[in-house]
Every structure is written in structure tokens, then in C-alpha cells.
């Protein structure tokens, strides 16, 4: 998250690509334009200080108003709209958009800096000792590295996993009503490849697979376990969040048999107690030691890499 100020390099490429930098009022300039020729210069640039461009270029921006400060600061301090919430996330959140090509720690740290160009040596360094200590040991999936895997579970959780995890205990340490689950229906294909249990795959549960959007471009088509083994977590998906919709808990219509799903309590940790996801193995779950340890140390950087 960029400042107005820190943000104008964005808008000022922009105007140059599109030739809208000659005209005396720019903005007015970029909104004549014909949609087809603006989007062909709507391309993502490094942002300052990295070598490649981002996988997300924009983001929301720090102006004093609609968004007053960075969203970690803001949970922190409770500065947000008290409503029941559910926060959650895979097991492999980062396989989608982790290079598979990584070759060394330096590349894992260049793909991570491009992203969050304000991390320093010394934080690269402490992600490097929690993520890439075994690379070595680690099996290359097919048409990877063996750094991919380790890559993507660094980017995974700094971007996904332990951001949500703090807005869980955020809203929890407000006594707000708090679910935190962690989705991990194993499919063989995509355990085969490497993908795992990858980036927003529990739509296919939450909406049933025949009612998910995708191309040949944008999105993967369903895994072919929920048309088969993995059928029966459908129902136990869409009966928490048809009842969270209904009545701001997901218990109260939950699917008959389907385990109670606990609210996360106080504190970071406090419990720290999540829904568990797995076809036939649904239950309630702690963080583990060692996760709890990195996104502490994510969480406490946050601010600091503009998150």
C-alpha cells in the first residue's frame, strides 16, 4: 500500500504511454480515451525499487479518507466496521503464483522483493532461515525446482495465510464474532503436480464445481475429485456459509453432521483455533508451533513492508 504521493509514479507512466501527457488536463485526457486503447498501455511496471513487475500492480491507496492508514495498523488498533466475519485460507495459498523456475535463494528473494520492495536484507534474510533451510532436501515436482515449493509457502503465508489469521484474532480481541478455517481437500491430480490444495480452490465446494466460473485464460477448471471422493464436502461447505448468510453463524443451519465450528478466542493465539477442511475429516484444529512462530514474525513486519 502506497501513499497518494508514493502512488503518482503509476499514473504518471500511464499518461506517458497513452501520449496523455501533453494535454493540459491529464485525467481528462485518460477518460476520452477508447477503452481498448487505454487498457493496451494498462500494464503492470516493477513498482520503486524492485526488478520485475509485481503479480498485483494495484492496490489501495493511503489518501486520509477512504483509507486513512495501512490495513495491519488499522485491524491493530480496531478500526473497522464490527460485523461477524469469517477469515480463512489453503494449505498451499502461494503455487498459483510462484515462478516454477526459481533457482537459488537469490531468486526466491528478487521474486519476494518484487513484490514487497520495502523488504530489507535483514527480514529476506530471517523469511530465508524460516522457509528455505531444507531446500535442499526438498523434491522437485515435475517441470519445477526444488525452490518452488519453499517459495511459494513464504509468499503464501505473507501475503494470505497470516494476514488472515491476524484479522481473525483482530476481531476476536474486540469481541466480535470470528471464524478462521483452514481448507485442505486433498486432490490427487493437484497433489501429483505440485499445486496442492492452491488459492481460492474451496469456491468450487462453496458454489458446487458446475457453477464456477473459468477459461481457457482466467482460472482452472474444477479438480475432478469434487465430481467423485471429494462430492460429499460440497454440502458441508455451502451448509456453513448458507448459514453464516443467514444468520451471521455458521452452526445455526449448518449440514447435519457436520462438526461445530468454534470461534476463534482473544488474543493473537488466544486458542487459536480454526475449522479444519478435509473430506471426511472435518474438525476443529490448533495452529501449529511453527506457523505461529512465522506469522508472528510476518504480522510484526508488516506495517514495515507497507502491508
Not at 112 to 123: G, K, M, N, V
Not at 172 to 200: C, F, K, Q, R, T
Request: aromatic fraction near 14%; charge should be negative; include cysteine.
Amino acid at each position: 500500500m502506497y501513499t497518494v504521493d508514493e502512488a503518482q509514479f503509476a499514473y504518471d507512466n500511464l499518461v506517458d504511454r497513452t501520449g496523455c501527457n501533453t494535454a493540459k488536463d491529464t485525467l481528462a485526457c485518460l477518460r476520452n480515451l477508447d477503452a481498448d486503447a487505454l487498457q493496451r498501455q494498462n500494464i503492470a511496471t516493477s513498482l520503486p525499487g524492485a526488478q520485475e513487475p509485481p503479480l498485483y500492480f494495484y492496490a489501495p491507496v493511503i489518501d486520509g479518507d477512504l483509507v486513512p492508514d495501512y490495513t495491519y495498523r488499522m485491524f491493530e488498533e480496531g478500526r473497522f466496521i464490527p460485523v461477524p466475519v469469517i477469515f480463512g485460507d489453503v494449505t498451499n495459498e502461494g503455487t498459483v503464483f510462484t515462478p516454477m523456475n526459481l533457482t537459488s535463494i537469490t531468486d526466491v528473494n528478487n521474486f519476494l522483493r518484487d513484490q514487497f520492495p520495502a523488504l530489507t536484507p535483514r527480514q529476506l534474510s530471517r523469511i530465508d532461515q524460516y522457509y528455505l533451510q531444507n531446500v535442499n532436501s526438498t523434491q522437485p515436482y515435475l517441470n519445477s525446482t526444488r525452490y518452488w515449493r519453499p517459495a511459494s509457502d513464504a509468499y503464501g503465508e505473507l501475503r494470505y495465510n497470516c494476514p488472515g489469521m491476524a484479522m481473525s484474532a483482530a476481531y476476536a480481541n474486540a469481541d466480535i464474532p470470528s471464524w478462521n478455517y483452514h481448507y485442505s481437500v486433498l486432490d490427487p491430480e493437484d497433489e501429483a503436480s505440485g499445486d496442492g490444495v492452491y488459492h481460492v480452490v474451496e469456491l468450487n465446494a462453496i458454489w458446487g464445481p458446475d457453477n464456477v466460473w473459468y477459461s481457457e485464460d482466467v482460472g482452472s477448471p474444477p479438480p475432478a475429485s469434487y465430481y467423485t471422493s471429494n462430492a460429499p464436502i460440497i454440502p458441508v461447505m455451502q451448509g456453513y456459509w448458507a448459514s453464516f448468510i443467514r444468520s451471521f453463524d455458521p452452526n445455526t443451519f449448518r449440514y447435519p453432521g457436520s462438526p461445530r465450528w468454534e470461534t476463534w478466542e482473544g488474543g493473537r493465539w488466544g486458542g487459536g483455533q480454526r475449522l479444519f477442511i478435509r473430506t471426511g475429516e472435518t474438525r476443529m484444529e490448533s495452529v501449529p508451533a511453527d506457523q505461529r512462530e512465522r506469522c508472528d514474525y510476518l504480522i510484526s513486519i508488516g506495517v514495515e513492508i507497507l502491508q
